[in-house]
C-alpha cells in the first residue's frame, strides 16, 4: 500500500493525562513519521505518515488512548508531506511545545 499522511484533532480529557507521550510510544512503535502537540483549546494535534493501513490503525487506537484518557472526538483529514515540516531536525516523530 502506498503511504499517506493524516492530520487528527483529539478532543475530550487529553492533556495532562499522558496521552501525548503515549501518541509518542504509539507511533514509534510502528514505525510512522509525524508529531504530536498540546493545543491551547484543551485538544491534541497529531500528524501520522505511512502505509495507509498502518495509519489508520494508529487512529483507530487514538480514539481511546491510554486508560487514563477520555476521548470525545477525532477530527482528521488527509494532509500532504509539507505537513511533516514541523517535525524537530532529525526526528521521525517530535513531541512540540503547545499551541
Same mark, same amino acid.
Given at each position: 500500500? !502506498?503511504?499517506?499522511?493524516?492530520?487528527?484533532? %483529539? @478532543?475530550? *480529557?487529553?492533556? $495532562?493525562?499522558?496521552?501525548?507521550?503515549?501518541?509518542?510510544?504509539e507511533? !514509534?512503535?510502528?514505525?510512522?513519521?509525524?508529531? %504530536? @502537540?498540546? *493545543?491551547?483549546? $484543551?485538544?491534541?494535534?497529531?500528524v501520522?505518515?505511512?502505509?495507509?493501513?498502518?495509519?489508520?490503525?494508529?487512529?483507530?487506537?487514538?480514539?481511546?488512548?491510554?486508560?487514563?484518557?477520555?476521548?470525545?472526538?477525532?477530527?482528521?483529514?488527509?494532509?500532504?508531506?509539507?505537513?511533516?515540516?514541523?517535525?524537530?531536525?532529525?526526528?521521525?516523530?517530535?513531541?512540540?511545545?503547545?499551541?
Amino acid at each position: 500500500m !502506498s503511504d499517506i499522511v493524516r492530520h487528527i484533532f %483529539v @478532543r475530550g *480529557r487529553v492533556q $495532562g493525562v499522558g496521552y501525548r507521550a503515549w501518541i509518542e510510544g504509539e507511533a !514509534s512503535a510502528r514505525n510512522l513519521e509525524g508529531w %504530536v @502537540r498540546n *493545543r491551547k483549546d $484543551g485538544s491534541v494535534e497529531a500528524v501520522f505518515a505511512g502505509p495507509l493501513d498502518t495509519v489508520e490503525a494508529m487512529i483507530a487506537k487514538c480514539h481511546y488512548g491510554p486508560s487514563t484518557a477520555r476521548v470525545d472526538a477525532i477530527d482528521d483529514k488527509i494532509d500532504g508531506r509539507d505537513a511533516l515540516h514541523a517535525r524537530h531536525p532529525g526526528e521521525r516523530f517530535s513531541v512540540l511545545s503547545t499551541i
